[in-house]
């Protein structure tokens, strides 16, 4: 018989709380258990003692017996100073999936064409502006011709 230290999960609906329990592996995660070694309330501070109750000498007993725990059980028996986790790193972990970098570059690509843009309209906004200034009396010079040889013919 194969058998596991894990998280038994009880409470009510988005009020977790946990038991720490030894099991047959093949029992389902809320169903029969061996025996009772702790508790665990995810909701309470994480420098409150009474987060995570363990019972350090069952758990080194069934470590030493052969129980498995799960990876979350591993933390709290590590951190109980019971069966010393090996540390693993994922350098992959916080990296986006391939649609969120593609997602991303789109973004980045529409946001420069939209600052080029910008700056386009802006230079072309400067441009005629300063241009009418100087053609403006060139302009109005051919209409008041026009207004002068109405009045004369």
Same mark, same amino acid.
């Given at each position: 018989?194969?058998t596991?230290?894990?998280?038994s999960?009880? !409470? $009510?609906k988005k009020r @977790?709380? *946990?038991?720490?329990?030894? =099991?047959?592996?093949? $029992?389902p995660?809320d169903?029969a258990f061996?025996?009772?070694?702790? $508790? *665990?309330?995810?909701? %309470?501070?994480?420098d409150d003692e009474?987060r995570?109750? %363990?019972?350090? #000498?069952?758990a080194?007993h069934?470590v030493?017996v !052969?129980a498995?725990p799960t990876?979350?059980?591993a933390r709290?028996?590590? =951190?109980a !100073?019971v069966k010393?986790r090996?540390v693993?790193s994922?350098?992959?972990? !916080?990296k986006?999936?391939?649609?969120?970098?593609?997602?991303? #570059?789109?973004? =980045?690509?529409k946001?420069?064409?939209a600052?080029?843009a910008?700056?386009?309209?802006? #230079?072309?906004a400067?441009a @005629?502006?300063?241009?009418?200034?100087v053609?403006?009396p060139? #302009?109005?010079? @051919?209409a008041a011709e026009?207004?002068q040889?109405? =009045?004369?013919?």
């Amino acid at each position: 018989m194969a058998t596991s230290i894990r998280l038994s999960r009880g !409470g $009510s609906k988005k009020r @977790p709380y *946990y038991k720490i329990v030894v =099991a047959d592996s093949r $029992s389902p995660r809320d169903g029969a258990f061996i025996e009772r070694i702790g $508790s *665990y309330n995810p909701l %309470l501070a994480k420098d409150d003692e009474k987060r995570i109750v %363990l019972n350090v #000498e069952r758990a080194k007993h069934w470590v030493g017996v !052969g129980a498995q725990p799960t990876d979350r059980v591993a933390r709290f028996l590590d =951190a109980a !100073g019971v069966k010393e986790r090996t540390v693993r790193s994922n350098p992959n972990k !916080g990296k986006p999936g391939e649609k969120a970098t593609e997602r991303a #570059e789109e973004r =980045a690509t529409k946001i420069a064409e939209a600052e080029e843009a910008r700056k386009a309209a802006e #230079e072309a906004a400067k441009a @005629p502006a300063e241009e009418p200034a100087v053609e403006a009396p060139a #302009e109005e010079a @051919p209409a008041a011709e026009a207004a002068q040889e109405q =009045a004369e013919g």
